[in-house]
């Protein structure tokens, strides 16, 4: 079992910066793959960025080169740095850890295999 807990979110305005965290209890955190998926308003959760065990990572088209997700395992910590913001970065933003790989879009078998944060807002404002 691992939990989940998500910090950094925040309203900001177009053009500034925050650093989401995601600190893991209960289990050995470097086994796991790691994401960050972000869910605005009458959307689908999505993938915004993953990272492996081995360091490997990958971002959503939409955020390449504005945001880098890194991971800390002696800290047990996932990192969100989220650069040149914009208004349709506005969502609940939710760190996710999976023995297995991520998906873009989860599935209802991926909501229950895989663990899940609470979330965090961020707000983005024009």
């Known amino acids: 079992q691992v939990q989940l807990v998500e910090s950094g979110g925040g309203l900001v305005q177009t053009g500034e910066s925050l650093r989401l965290s995601c600190a893991a209890f209960?289990?050995?955190?470097?086994?796991?793959?790691m994401g960050w998926y972000r869910q605005a308003t009458g959307m689908q959760r999505e993938l915004v960025a993953s990272i492996t065990t081995g360091g490997s990572t990958n971002y959503a088209d939409s955020v390449k080169g504005r945001f880098a997700i890194s991971r800390d395992n002696a800290k047990n910590t996932l990192y969100l740095q989220m650069n040149s913001l914009k208004p349709e970065d506005t969502a609940v933003y939710y760190c996710?850890?999976?023995?297995?790989?991520?998906?873009?879009?989860?599935?209802?078998?991926?909501?229950?295999?895989?663990?899940w944060g609470q979330g965090t807002q961020v707000t983005v404002s024009s």
């Open positions: 996710a850890a999976s023995p297995g790989v991520l998906k873009p879009i989860p599935t209802s078998t991926d909501y229950e295999l895989d663990y």
């Open positions: 209960g289990s050995i955190f470097s086994i796991y793959a």
